[in-house]
């Protein structure tokens, strides 16, 4: 299924993997903040209703 | 469509409801065109004339080149609206793009070298492109640098946007420089493929579907990072009430 | 404005006022570069233009927190804006305070530079040239990047991170017009595109700088 790439093979794969894995990481980091501020924001908004 | 009804998406509160409803559409849309155009173009296209199986690169490089300077567009159109209207989301929306423009122009860079390497023997040539994009990248750091070093949210975005707006007629100015400055060197010889020159249509299709999987993959993740820092900025401002007791 | 100009220039004779470390760095880069890349003087006639480009380049980066820092301590760059005199000249004048300074002296001092760096003789003309054209850009630039780091403790590597993006373009020029007049080749097109941003960022930036300015004095 994999297609010949011949002599260029490690620069197609490497450019693929490198690109893919900044993508990934991009996403990952943005998933993780959102949900840890979304999660601190609930807690405040808690704390300020309980106070408020 | 009137237009005017998009402002009531500047209303953070609105913006964060209307975004709740539409971005699982645009992730999975994303990830559907960016699957389906990476796999076209990876396993069921031929290989090049001229540049060998190198040219299945296109199909990271280009989409992700455009999204580096589209990016930058969309911050300073919002940076402009921010200016005008001073509607908040603007101001965060090119916060929240700019990190993905800078990985955009990183993924651009890559791809460009680790191209250049077998086509040019070198891993990194000054070629115009390639150079400009590296000075895109420090814009875009400078940007994101000054955002994070500013406490108060207003300041803030009142001085990234003014940054935004300079940098834009810089990074052109740049552009410009650049192939003055380069241009005796490679002739004829970019390293990336021009959409004006034949790009056969069987290459051109699964490019069609990548950069349409790059753009709303963009689209997809600045909603995200856009509602997050809504969260933040209310945040801020909740803390900062609870401070003064 | 002549007042305000006059005061910047005896703050910048004064014993701190930090002129002369400008043309200090400057022959402390020159002194330096045989260092990094070899006595040879073949080698260091053909980048002598660059360097000297460089080194001025940054000898006017490091002096840029200078331009507000001193009046944002102690309060009047409040009382300046407050004054009746509009940002935008304040802005002016600051740039230009720091360009006769800074650049100006950078300027006069690059030939004997170009000695140290065997710069060949056509050279001195048109390196002299492209710097006194340059360095005004320079300086209104810095006053933008100083002006938008102004409140910031530490701010000067952000500072450069802002500024040396926005240099380039005049870089590229200033520097390849110094290059061609070594070879003897026609220096106009570089002369006048570098004429031409250093005309077009006097004439617009000091609105961007006025403007962040006020934003930071709220």
């Known amino acids: 299924m994999m297609p010949d790439l011949g002599k260029y093979a490690e620069a197609v794969l490497s450019s693929y993997a490198v690109s893919l894995a900044l993508l990934i990481v991009l996403v990952w980091l943005s998933l993780r903040r959102s949900a840890k501020v979304a999660k601190q924001l609930e807690d405040i908004e808690q704390k300020a209703r309980k106070n408020g | 469509m009137n237009l005017n009804a998009l402002w009531q998406y500047a209303n953070p509160k609105k913006f964060i409801q209307t975004t709740e409803k539409v971005l699982p559409l645009f992730s999975v849309l994303a990830v559907v065109c960016l699957v389906v155009g990476l796999i076209w173009g990876f396993f069921f296209t031929p290989e090049d004339y001229r540049q060998g199986s190198t040219v299945k690169i296109i199909y990271l490089h280009v989409p ?10 969309m911050m300073l159109v919002t940076s402009l609206i921010w200016i005008v ?13 700019a990190p993905i423009g800078a990985v955009m122009t990183v993924i651009a860079l890559a791809t460009g070298a680790i191209w250049g390497q ?17 000075i895109l990248f420090l814009f875009y750091l400078g940007y994101i640098a000054l955002w994070e070093a500013i406490e108060n949210d207003d300041t803030a975005a ?44 069987v290459f051109w299709y ?11 993959f963009f689209i997809a993740l600045v909603l995200l990072r856009t509602r997050t820092e809504i969260r933040a900025r209310r945040m801020r401002a909740l803390l900062a009430r609870e401070r003064m007791g | 404005m002549i007042a ?80 009746p005199l509009p940002m935008e000249g304040i802005v002016t004048v600051k740039a230009l305070a720091h360009w006769l300074t800074t650049g100006l002296p950078l300027v006069l001092a690059a030939p004997l530079f170009g000695l140290l760096l065997s710069l060949p003789t056509p050279g001195y003309a048109p390196l002299v040239l492209s710097l006194l054209l340059g360095t005004p850009a320079l ?62 960022t006097i004439a617009l930036l000091p609105f961007a700088s006025a403007a962040v300015l006020k934003v930071n004095l709220r």
């Open chain 2, 158 to 201: 009142d001085l990234t946007s003014i940054l935004c707006l300079v940098g834009s007629v810089f990074a052109l100015l740049s552009r410009y420089a650049v192939n003055f400055w380069n241009q005796g060197l490679h002739q004829g010889a970019s390293l990336s493929l021009d959409k004006e020159e034949n790009v056969a249509d």
């Open chain 3, 4 to 83: 305000l100009l006059t005061r910047d220039l005896k703050l910048a004779m004064r014993a701190g006022g930090g002129f002369g470390l400008g043309l200090a760095f400057f022959l402390i880069v020159v002194t330096l570069v045989p260092f990094g890349v070899g006595p040879q003087s073949d080698l260091l006639s053909k980048i002598a233009p660059g360097i000297l480009w460089l080194g001025a380049l940054l000898a006017c980066l490091l002096s840029l927190d200078r331009i507000f820092a001193l009046d944002w301590e102690d309060g009047s760059l409040d009382l300046l804006a407050t004054s």
């Open chain 2, 206 to 216: 699964p490019l069609l579907v990548c950069i349409a999987g790059f753009v709303l």
């Open chain 2, 64 to 73: 992700a080149a455009l999204m580096a300077i589209n990016v930058w567009l």
């Open chain 2, 85 to 97: 209207r001073r509607h908040h989301v603007s101001a965060l929306a090119a916060r929240a793009a």
């Open chain 3, 139 to 200: 300086s209104v630039i810095g006053t933008f990047g100083a002006a938008l780091t102004v409140g910031l403790k530490r701010g000067g590597l952000l500072l450069s991170l802002l500024v040396l993006p926005l240099y380039v373009p005049t870089l590229i020029f200033g520097a390849e017009m110094a290059r061609r007049g070594v070879e003897g080749l026609d220096t106009t097109t570089p002369l006048l595109m570098l004429a031409g941003i250093t005309c077009g």
């Open chain 2, 118 to 134: 077998p086509m040019w023997g070198t891993w990194w040539a000054w070629d115009p492109r390639l150079t400009s994009f590296l």
